[in-house]
Nanobody
Framework: VQLQASGGGLVQSGGSLRLSCAAS????????MGWYRQAPGKQRELVAR???????TVGDSVKGRFTISGDNARNTVYLQMNSLKPEDTAVYYC?????????WGQGTLVTVSS
């Protein structure tokens, strides 16, 4: 499975961005897709993910501001980020859960200026 993430960039506090992650390759039997982020000096943390069957999990720090969605026809997962804060600055990674394996994209940098 190959993952191509895009949509990162520089935005002012209070602004919005939408990240996209397209999956290709052996994409059958994908069980879930999601977004994680890693800020400098911090551990990677869950932003949002969904599992086939409709279970969605959103990190506490982004609840009410970020929304995860998917397009099955395009094998793409999106992360709509609103009301961005400087503490949202991080490299955002998408991942896919498939047949018990986790695949990671290359990451896209989001920088929120105050």
């Amino acid at each position: 499975v190959q993952l191509q993430a895009s949509g990162g960039g520089l935005v002012q506090s209070g602004g919005s961005l939408r990240l996209s992650c397209a999956a290709s390759g052996s994409i059958s039997s994908i069980n879930g897709m999601g977004w994680y982020r890693q800020a400098p000096g911090k551990q990677r943390e869950l932003v949002a993910r969904f599992i086939r069957g409709g279970v969605t999990t959103v990190g506490d720090s982004v609840k009410g501001r970020f929304t995860i969605s998917g397009d099955n026809a395009r094998n793409t997962v999106y992360l709509q980020m609103n009301s961005l804060k400087p503490e949202d600055t991080a490299v955002y990674y998408c991942n896919v859960l498939r047949s018990g394996q986790v695949f990671w994209g290359q990451g896209t940098l989001v920088t929120v200026s105050s």
